[in-house]
């Protein structure tokens, strides 16, 4: 009995610290992935309120008017989260907020609380959550 307490934790403990696959059969990482990824899209359309992001991860922003605005959510509760975020109006700016912190280009120490994409200006945004501020990626 004692033997097979202690093979049945042995093999708990292994395989809580597994490799996971997807198309080959010797993982390098935590998850590897050999072959296409496809992520959630969505397509924002603004409206006369500011419209929060909160799903998604490659987001098309449609603004309707001139720098309307589109939320990320608060930082703090969403460590690590990474958007991608395109304007694809290609007349109208769009304005990128957050709920809370700040929104930092990479490289720099300097926030700034509104980010404007449009043609040929930051069109598309990689944005990452360090769980304090987002820091965003032209």
């Not at 202690?6 to 059969?25: A, D, E, R, Y």
């Not at 990824?37 to 929060?52: E, I, N, P, R, Y």
Request: proline share 4%; aromatic share 8%.
């Amino acid at each position: 009995m004692k033997r097979i307490v202690l093979i049945t934790i042995f093999l708990c403990s292994v395989m809580s610290f597994s490799q996971v696959g997807v198309g080959t059969t010797d993982p390098k990482s935590t998850l590897d992935i050999n072959g296409n990824l496809s992520v959630k899209h969505l397509t924002l359309v603004g409206d006369t309120t500011a419209k929060l992001i909160d799903d998604g991860v490659y987001l098309s922003v449609n603004p309707q008017a001139t720098d309307q605005e589109f939320r990320l959510p608060d930082p703090t509760q969403f460590p690590g989260r990474v958007y991608i975020i395109r304007n694809i109006n290609n007349t109208i700016t769009a304005k990128l907020t957050t709920v809370a912190g700040l929104l930092f280009p990479k490289g720099t120490t300097t926030g700034t609380v509104e980010v404007f994409m449009y043609e040929n200006n930051r069109r598309t945004l990689i944005v990452i959550s360090d769980g304090v501020n987002w820091t965003f990626i032209e």
